[in-house]
């Protein structure tokens, strides 16, 4: 499966973004689908995930202000992000799973998008 991750942007602190991942291929449902971020000097870290059946999970550090969900005819995968912090300025990627151990880390994922950059400024 191909990702293409979009809707990144500059927002002023307190704001909102949306951000999308479009997946090529028809298995789309069939993956566990993943958002992770990496700031400039920092390892890429988890931010949310969803499973199959719809099942949420987030990072401690954005729950309560981000949502992911996903809209399986569409292919595409979404990332609801508001009330930014600065803290949030990352690049952003999307990635997807056929059936690993872990929501959580990077090397259970088997496919990623090339990334959207937020920013968000003070």
């Known amino acids: 499966v191909q990702l293409q991750a979009s809707g990144g942007g500059l927002v002023q602190a307190g704001g909102s973004l949306r951000l999308s991942c479009a997946a090529s291929?028809?298995?789309?449902?069939?993956?566990?689908m993943g958002w992770f971020r990496q700031a400039p000097g920092m390892e890429r870290e988890f931010v949310s995930a969803?499973?199959?059946?719809?099942?949420?999970y987030y990072a401690d550090s954005v729950k309560g202000r981000f949502t992911t969900s996903r809209d399986n005819a569409k292919n595409t995968l979404y990332l609801q992000m508001n009330s930014l912090k600065p803290e949030d300025t990352a690049v952003y990627y999307c990635?997807?799973?056929?059936?690993?151990?872990?929501?959580?880390?990077?090397?259970?994922?088997?496919?990623w998008g090339q990334g959207t950059l937020v920013t968000v400024s003070s």
């Open positions: 990635a997807a799973q056929k059936g690993g151990s872990s929501w959580y880390a990077p090397k259970e994922y088997d496919y």
């Open positions: 291929g028809r298995t789309f449902s069939s993956y566990a």
């Open positions: 969803i499973g199959w059946s719809g099942s949420t």
